[in-house]
């Protein structure tokens, strides 16, 4: 298997009670999730899959709880609050007991469960398999973006930066 580097911070534990900044975008950045006209960002069937199953997160980990959100042409940005509800059962992966059944090696190289990124790898598997099952074409960029917030002043900043993101997407880095 290739070694890919990491985006993560090695020190942290992202099953870690905390709240997450995280960005996904689309494979080449392409706008799968719909287009924003007049100020308004119109959601493609792909654009509504992936509302869908973001809304979804809080079903399948009781322990997360959505914070902020949105969804943009090719890319998605959101908080993801994890907290500890370490005495609650944990309900069903939204990965299947099949694909859970990986061998010793690979084990090793996935995600630990209830990590943020074992999360955003099973919101992107099924937002992917959903969409291909409807028979539109779609894939993800292979990673994500995260930023551990820090304090309340750097919540309300990126909540800020999310609920503008609309307005402000002719200037965004992803903007094609």
Known sequence: MKNRQTLRLTEWDYRWEADYFITICTKDFKSKFGKIENGKM???PVGIIAELFWYQIPTF???I???TYV???NHLHGILQVRDFSNKKETQSLISPQIKSYNKS???AS???GSISAIVRSYKSAVTKHARRLGYSFEWQPKFYD????DGKDFVRIENYIDNNIENWNK???FK
């Open 42 to 44: 119109t959601l493609s």
């Open 61 to 63: 980990k009781t322990n």
């Open 65 to 67: 709880s959505l914070g």
């Open 71 to 73: 969804i943009i042409p």
């Open 106 to 108: 690979y084990s090793t």
């Open 111 to 113: 995600p630990k469960e």
């Open 147 to 150: 930023h551990i917030i820090r």
């Open 172 to 174: 965004d880095r992803f």
